[in-house]
């Protein structure tokens, strides 16, 4: 079999539905996964938006639904602002709470896994490079973060948002490169 075949045979209906147009240039989406996880879009005109998802789950919901619900997301943020070229998202090693970290893993499978499906690049990025590149230190606080953000000229409602907002800023600045 041929690669296209192999892909094709592996995820038909997402590898059939992006290879049926020519695609210059898509959407460049960074992510600051977690319960409230902060986005920033680059569609291929060059707009930035930004914001942030509840992925919060209620009492009423099964292990699974904030994962599904983050799958969800991701499929209409392509279908609204896409296609989604490449993904970037901040590579965290260490968590402060075992919730946090279950969490954190569960949403990088789904994202890791759907990007894979799609077709999309994706690459994590360490925290410290984000810190580094936005607000000059590699272990600057939150409030720094925000701050440099704002500096730049946008208003995050939180320190999710900015942490978005700075990995995509990297993104485009670098085109990718981890440093």
């Given amino acids: 079999m ?21 695609i210059t240039r898509g ?3 960074a992510l600051d996964l977690g319960t409230s996880a902060g986005w920033a879009l680059q569609s291929p005109d060059d707009q930035i938006t930004t ?16 994962y599904l619900r983050f799958r969800r997301w991701l499929e209409q943020l392509d279908l609204d602002a896409g296609p989604i ?7 965290v090693r260490r968590h402060v709470g075992t919730d946090a ?6 949403l990088l499978g789904m994202l890791t896994s759907w990007c894979e499906e799609h077709l999309v690049a994706y690459q994590g990025v360490p925290v410290g490079t984000i ?12 409030s720094a973060v925000i701050a440099a953000v704002q500096a730049k000229g ?12 700075a990995i995509l800023l990297w993104a485009i600045e670098t085109r990718g490169g981890v440093r």
């Fill in 2 to 22: 041929t690669l296209p075949e192999l892909q094709a045979a592996a995820c038909p209906d997402s590898f059939q539905s992006r290879q049926s147009g020519t």
């Fill in 51 to 66: 914001g942030t998802v509840s992925l919060k789950h209620t009492r009423y919901d099964g292990g699974g639904m904030r």
């Fill in 131 to 142: 810190k580094r590149f936005i607000a000059g230190k590699g272990n600057a606080d939150k």
């Fill in 154 to 165: 946008f208003a995050p409602a939180d320190d999710n948002e900015a942490d978005a907002i």
């Fill in 27 to 29: 959407a460049v989406l």
């Fill in 85 to 91: 070229e490449a993904v970037y998202f901040e590579e």
């Fill in 101 to 106: 970290a279950h969490v954190y893993g569960g």
